[in-house]
T-cell receptor, first 116, second 116 residues
Framework: GAVVSQHPSRVICKSGTSVKIECRSL??????MFWYRQFPKQSLMLMATSNEGSKATYEQGVEKDKFLINHASLTLSTLTVTSAHPEDSSFYIC????????????FGPGTRLLVL | AQSVSQHNHHVILSEAASLELGCNYSYGGTVNLFWYVQYPGQHLQLLLK??????LVKGIKGFEAEFIKSKFSFNLRKPSVQWSDTAEYFC??????????????FGKGTLLTVNP
């Protein structure tokens, strides 16, 4: 199967600092990766779509300067939460696809971010 | 834009009971439909998916779902649940555009608790 990992699994940081979350496809090359945010007892909300070697496409209402996404290789995408504030505390989940026809997304285990 | 609604926030069943989780979507065009499961402490996993063809789709672990186009529904069923089915279940949809659109819209999820 297709395995996606995320690091770290949990991070606590002070308000005003930046946090980087990594998403890796371990056994396949991912042409596209997605970043989601999940609030307690709520659905996954798509934040952005990133394609290898190009700029990420952000969903409406997501600040691109706040949530920096880099997809530098076919196996790695990073999400950096810049100048984090307590309201950024959430569960961040990435997913990846190879780009095949009618393919499904493979999800990472998520990263719990707590901003104090 | 499409939206997905899951009728039940929390379902509690005893082992061997039958399960049906509702999912309705709003989108006028062709859609691809998915059910994902998230076991406690684990990442999202695909249960089953519908792209085209037979509207009754069989997935892993004895789950099945039926796509009823006229009702915009894709309900998940299992004839006899087990304690190990305790998890959160998410319905998701994407608008079919020739297989090149992978963006998913998720429902809020249904927490299933199965008592032994």
């Amino acid at each position: 199967g297709a395995v996606v990992s995320q690091h770290p699994s949990r991070v606590i940081c002070k308000s005003g600092t930046s946090v980087k979350i990594e998403c890796r496809s371990l056994d396949f090359q991912a042409t596209t990766m997605f970043w989601y945010r999940q609030f307690p007892k709520q659905s996954l909300m798509l934040m952005a779509t990133s394609n290898e070697g190009s700029k990420a496409t952000y969903e409406q209402g997501v600040e691109k300067d706040k949530f920096l996404i880099n997809h530098a290789s076919l196996t790695l995408s990073t999400l950096t939460v810049t100048s984090a504030h307590p309201e950024d505390s959430s569960f961040y989940i990435c997913s990846a696809i190879r780009g095949l026809y009618q393919e499904t997304q493979y999800f990472g285990p998520g990263t719990r971010l707590l901003v104090l | 834009a499409q939206s997905v609604s899951q009728h039940n926030h929390h379902v509690i069943l005893s082992e061997a009971a039958s399960l049906e989780l509702g999912c309705n979507y709003s989108y006028g065009g062709t859609v691809n439909l998915f059910w994902y499961v998230q076991y406690p402490g684990q990442h999202l996993q695909l249960l089953l998916k519908y792209f085209s063809g037979d509207p009754l789709v069989k997935g892993i672990k004895g789950f099945e779902a039926e796509f009823i186009k006229s009702k915009f529904s894709f309900n998940l069923r299992k004839p006899s649940v087990q304690w190990s089915d305790t998890a959160e279940y998410f319905c998701a949809v994407n608008a079919d555009s020739g297989g090149s659109n992978y963006k998913l819209t998720f429902g809020k999820g249904t927490l299933l608790t199965v008592n032994p």
